[in-house]
């Protein structure tokens, strides 16, 4: 069975930096992009950036390119989002989700994680 | 580029038909037959429902169908049941220059 397991809910203080993951299993992790996908408190859903285990390749949104670093260890089939100083607006839930690709193109999400809850306060 | 567009909200009773829209441009939605719906119960992993407009993944029940007519794509759901109540969001190709569009959600209750 495919699964995308994503660590735990996290709770900082604005200034901190935060490295969450994505653990996936069922299928060679490595030979499948993974995205991070953002939902902030009752909004919908955005697409942060997405990454090619297999060769790091990675590609970001213009509103999260500076913002986060999306990286990803094939060997432990594990990838992450991270951030170096989080602010009050970080506050959402990150979603990791395994694409279906074709010639560079994201046609589908077919399996998502259960979602990380951050939350930034002071 | 904006989001795609979702009604907010869509009900139904159980056995009855409700059908969800999601409109976008010719630049995303009616540009290319990449349009995705999901299904999300809070708190849980959301669910591929539909994929390239129209396809569904093993597993889905063929109660949920997809279209598509110029800068909009429908999802259908048919016979709904108690547990077809989530929050359904599209997404779609949106070109080369960046990752993709997803819908604001709809919320489907069954009365």
């Known amino acids: 069975e495919v699964q995308l397991v994503q660590s735990g809910a996290e709770v900082k203080e604005p200034g901190d930096s935060l490295k969450i993951s994505c653990k996936g299993s069922g299928y060679s992790f490595t030979n499948y992009w993974i995205g991070w996908v953002r939902q902030m408190p009752g909004k919908g859903l955005e697409w942060m950036g997405i990454?090619?285990?297999?060769?790091?390749?990675?590609r970001y949104s213009p509103s999260f390119q500076g913002q986060v670093t999306i990286s990803a260890d094939g060997s432990i089939s594990t990838a992450f989002l991270q951030w170096r100083s989080l602010k009050s607006s970080d506050t959402a839930i990150y979603y990791c989700a395994r694409l279906n690709m074709l010639w560079g193109v994201i046609i589908t999400i077919d399996q998502w994680g259960q979602g990380t809850q951050v939350t930034v306060s002071s | 580029q904006s989001a795609l567009t979702q009604p907010p909200s869509a009900s139904g009773s159980p056995g009855q038909s409700v059908t969800i829209s999601c409109t976008g441009t010719s630049s995303d939605v009616g540009g290319y037959n990449y349009v995705s719906w999901y299904q999300h119960h809070p708190g849980k992993a959301p669910k591929l429902m539909i994929y390239?407009?129209?396809k569904r993944p093993s597993g889905v029940p063929d109660r949920f169908s997809g279209s598509k007519s110029g800068n909009t794509a429908s999802l259908t759901v048919s016979g709904l049941q108690a547990e077809d109540e989530a929050d359904y969001y599209c997404s779609s190709y949106a070109g080369s220059n960046n990752l993709g569009l997803f819908g604001g959600g709809t919320k489907l209750t069954v009365l």
């Open positions: 990454i090619y285990p297999s060769d790091s390749d990675s």
């Open positions: 390239e407009v129209s």
